[in-house]
């Protein structure tokens, strides 16, 4: 059973460039969630989606980044013309089950991708 | 206000002996869950133990237990039999809300790092 897989781990870009990271759930997992997180902090929530539907933003998500999943499977998140303060390490987790049981299962997370913006 | 709190910025412990984490929450709601992820150096997040607010009794898994008390608002985890692979930045998250209304973002304390001398 592999676990969640993100790509790419790490990431360097100049300031004002496009970066788009890629995250695939354990597979039948349906929702998939987005996090950041800087150094020395825990993770903050992004936004998640069940199946294809993104059901939840969080006012973090600025006009800049905006996350797909297209077909319910993997998951895109792109930030738009980067900032300093968009480095840190993104997370995405996935978990499975039913509108009753989905608050009492655990998130699982990938290892991450870590943005460094010069 | 804080949601979760963890007021021990770094711990140590002896291998072999009992440590315990401290996690307090702030919530209105009467549905929530309380969740324990380890976090290594190398950064991924693993899950250890997961406490429902309606739980009668407090969870249990492996090494791990939570000691939940509902009317202090705490959470804490309980490592028994420390070892040195349980060195890592340990963070307390909870899940608001009934799941249906509010979805099952996690909200996480800023951690505390976990040192397990030889």
């Known amino acids: 059973d592999t676990g969640v897989s993100q790509d790419p781990r790490h990431k360097i870009t100049k300031r004002g460039q496009n970066v788009t990271f890629r995250c695939d759930p354990i597979?039948?997992?349906?929702?998939l969630y987005w996090y950041r997180q800087t150094l020395g902090q825990g993770p903050e929530f992004l936004t998640y989606?069940?199946?294809?539907?993104?059901?939840?933003k969080s006012r973090l998500l600025s006009d800049r980044f905006s996350a797909e999943r297209p077909k319910g499977s993997f998951s895109t998140l792109e930030i738009q013309r980067t900032e300093q303060g968009d480095s840190a390490m993104y997370l995405c987790?996935?978990?499975?089950?039913?509108?009753?049981?989905?608050?009492?299962?655990?998130?699982?997370f990938g290892d991450g991708t870590r943005l460094s913006i010069l | 206000a804080q949601k979760i709190t963890q007021t021990q910025p770094g711990m140590f412990v002896q291998e072999k002996e009992a440590v315990t984490l401290d996690c307090t929450y702030d919530?209105?709601?009467?549905?929530?869950?309380l969740f324990w992820y380890k976090q290594p150096s190398s950064g991924e997040m693993i899950f250890l133990i997961y406490?429902?607010?309606?739980?009668?009794q407090n969870a249990t898994e492996g090494r791990y237990s939570l000691n939940f008390q509902k009317a202090r608002k705490s959470a804490n985890l309980v490592i028994s039999a420390s070892q040195l692979g349980d060195s890592a930045m340990y963070f307390c998250?909870?899940?608001?809300?009934?799941?249906?209304?509010?979805?099952?973002?996690?909200?996480f304390g800023e951690g505390t790092q976990l040192t397990v001398n030889p």
């Open positions: 919530t209105s709601d009467p549905s929530y869950g």
């Open positions: 987790a996935s978990s499975v089950g039913t509108a009753q049981t989905y608050g009492n299962q655990p998130q699982h």
């Open positions: 989606f069940q199946n294809e539907a993104q059901l939840e």
């Open positions: 597979s039948e997992h349906n929702r």
């Open positions: 406490q429902g607010s309606y739980d009668q």
């Open positions: 998250a909870m899940r608001e809300g009934r799941e249906e209304t509010s979805g099952s973002r996690l909200t």
